[in-house]
Nanobody, 121 residues
């Protein structure tokens, strides 16, 4: 069992930056791919980005390429999402997820509780 706890959400103006963190429990953190998803009001949850256990492979959604950066620190059991050049359309609840790299974009095994990101225009 893996427990995920997100932090770092908040309110920011368009063009600003935020850094989300996701702390994971357990001693097998490096064996999991980690990802971020988001869900805007009235919309379905969507994939944002995923990183393999070693960090050697990263997949981004087209909507965030060049603006968002995922990283992980396996010694700290933590994954980060640096979000730059934020847009109002980035407003959503952001969820951390864990699973296999081949399946995390569609069906993660574990989810965090989510953290709200609001971008004002």
């Amino acid at each position: 069992q893996v427990q995920l706890v997100e932090s770092g959400g908040g309110l920011v103006q368009a063009g600003g930056s935020l850094r989300l963190s996701c702390a994971a429990s357990g001693r097998t953190f490096s064996s999991y791919a980690m990802g971020w998803f988001r869900q805007a009001p009235g919309k379905e949850r969507e994939f944002v980005v995923a990183i393999s256990g070693s960090g050697g492979r990263i997949d981004y959604a087209d909507s965030v390429k060049g603006r968002f950066t995922i990283s992980r620190d396996n010694a700290k059991n933590t994954v980060y999402l640096q979000m730059n050049s934020l847009k109002p359309e980035d407003t959503a609840v952001y969820y951390c997820a864990a699973g296999g790299m081949g399946t995390i974009t569609r069906s993660p095994n574990y989810w965090g509780q989510g953290t709200q990101v609001t971008v004002s225009s």
